[in-house]
């Protein structure tokens, strides 16, 4: 199965329109052939260092015996369980890749202690710490989440007597600190292609070792992946990616464009593919004030089932894109499946094209780093946390202006927190939170989304700031923001760091807080005081 792409109404009059234009401006064939200047001078320099993935199948190619070889070797040690310790990218490409294969894998990309020590103990299905290998994931090995989990693993192996090495395989660019310092301690190290950026690494070492080691065929992923190259190279209307591209980034009839884009899964063999075109597609256009907002939906979300917002074009995944019965009752849709080699292909490539039309830079994420700056600086001064607005059912609220607490009740602050959205907002619920140990959490997306009326997005913290963060600074200023942390009752030193995961989740979250209040954004932060603090009472109050 290749890639197939069907488009209807309003946005079939957007693709007739924008199309002609990509197609003579050679953009497709220019992008296969790493032209660093389609995005203008100011990208340039950027651009030059970030197009290594238009040649990642080739490369990987050489990956696949060395991934085969060292898990045959793992099995033969007895490893049954493989934990990836890795942000935005280069986790959620591999959770794609293993949930679509049906194998497991073990994603930490948390800082929540009690998720952090989940990863660590194991369970009795797939094995304990004496039968796991830790994937480290990170280009340069500064990235603090992932860092602080490979020291954690480090001291909890030596506390049984194990030697680290036999159990930590490292993914990094060649040279960087983390390839330096994973070699001198005898770690298995697998190089990247430096010239790719995180979000587009999804056929790099970053997506194939860990999905490799847990058993997927990476081989048939590139084979995939490679049939699909020809269709993206060429300057013609029947490029898929420049349909899609069209499709999500153009307009039409000088109608205004519909820059929050609906991603729903429906009966499609492809297991969480919406989370990792949401991180591609947020932080590659999110910026200089403008952006595509992805939204992550299901078939019954109130923005399909109920009355789709006029500024939301629904993208549906499917099995077969063109099957009548698809066609006739998802008018007016963006309709797509294809194998996950080829998905992978064509959302990198349509996504680098949408950067162009918007006139910005794919490749950078200037506001990513604010968000980690702020939180290294709460780290150094750890400031005493402020007094709640009030607090409720064991829940303490803090606001970004008192008067959004006037009511003093929960579903009053809602009610004014969705009061300060414009006709063009949106919501974005950040829940710092051990997502494994509340899992309901992202069901309150769909209850706010009915309540406010807006498009609403969900993202685990720390997660999402390597994905989605970046739109909510760098986009639109039309976001307003709900913080759900977590009551901290359960803590974990990190080795060689003078502050703990719980400390660090802490700043995460108070650190994103500032800069979106920096940024003049609405933010209501629900502190959840203990593990008895009724969560019911949020998802009342949201009703």
Not at 187 to 200: C, E
Not at 348 to 353: K, L, N, V
């Amino acid at each position: 199965m290749s890639f197939e792409i069907h488009v209807s109404g309003h946005v079939k009059d957007v693709v007739d329109e924008t199309l002609p234009g990509l197609v003579d401006s050679l953009v497709a064939s220019g992008l296969t052939a790493g032209d660093p200047e389609l995005w203008g001078p100011e990208a340039t320099d950027e651009a030059s260092r970030r197009l290594g993935w238009v040649n990642a199948v080739g490369v990987s190619r050489p990956l696949v015996p060395e991934i085969e070889a060292l898990r045959a070797e793992l099995a033969g040690r007895g490893i049954t369980r493989i934990v990836l310790a890795g942000m935005g990218g280069s986790s959620l490409a591999p959770e794609v890749i293993t949930a679509t294969a049906r194998l497991p894998l073990v994603i930490l990309d948390s800082t929540a202690p009690s998720q952090v020590l989940a990863a660590i103990d194991g369970d009795s299905e797939t094995g304990g710490l004496a039968e796991t290998v830790l994937v480290v994931s990170s280009k340069s090995g500064s990235t603090v989440e992932t860092d602080s989990a490979r020291r954690a693993f480090e001291a909890a192996w030596r506390d049984l007597g194990i030697d680290p090495a036999e159990h930590i395989v490292v993914v990094t660019d060649p040279g960087s600190p983390l390839d330096v310092s994973a070699r001198e301690a005898g770690y298995r190290v697998f190089n990247a292609d430096p010239n790719v950026g995180g979000r587009y690494s999804a056929l790099t070492a970053f997506g194939l070792v860990p999905s490799g080691l847990a058993g997927v065929d990476v081989g048939e992923l590139l084979d995939e992946a490679d049939a699909t190259l020809l269709e993206v190279a060429i300057d013609d209307p029947r490029n898929p990616a420049l349909v899609l591209a069209a499709a999500i980034a153009g307009t039409a009839g000088g109608a205004p464009r519909r820059d929050k884009l609906g991603l729903v899964t429906d009966g499609t063999h492809i297991e969480g593919l919406p989370d990792w075109i949401e991180q591609l597609i947020a932080e590659s256009t999110g910026k200089n004030g403008t952006g595509i907002l992805p939204v992550v939906l299901v078939p019954l979300s109130p923005e399909v089932d109920v009355q789709t917002p006029d500024d939301m074009q629904i993208v549906r995944l499917v099995d077969d894109a063109e099957h009548p019965r698809l066609l006739e009752k998802h008018p007016g849709e963006i309709l797509v499946s294809g194998s996950l080699g080829a998905q992978f292909i064509v959302w990198e490539f349509a996504t680098a094209i949408a950067g162009r039309m918007l006139g910005i830079n794919p490749f950078d994420q200037p506001d990513v780093e604010s968000a980690k700056e702020a939180a290294r600086g709460l780290l150094n001064a750890r400031p005493e946390v402020g007094a709640a607005a009030f607090s409720v059912d064991g829940i303490d609220v803090r606001v970004s202006d008192i008067s959004l607490t006037a009511s003093n009740t929960l579903a009053g602050v809602f009610d004014a927190l969705w009061a300060r959205l414009g006709p063009t907002g949106y919501v974005s619920i950040q829940a710092y939170v051990d997502r494994n140990e509340m899992p309901q959490l992202a069901g309150l997306r769909e209850m706010i989304a009915a309540d406010s009326r807006r498009p609403t997005t969900f993202g685990w913290g720390p997660r999402f700031l390597h994905s989605t963060g970046q739109y909510h600074k760098g986009g639109p200023a039309e976001g307003v923001f709900l913080q759900i942390i977590g009551p901290g009752e359960v803590d974990l030193e990190i080795p060689g760091r003078p502050f703990t995961f719980g400390q660090l989740i802490a700043a995460q979250a108070a650190g994103d807080a500032a800069v979106l209040m920096s940024h003049g954004r609405p933010v209501v932060t629900l502190t959840l005081t203990d593990a008895q603090a009724d969560v019911l009472a949020i998802y009342e109050a949201a009703q």
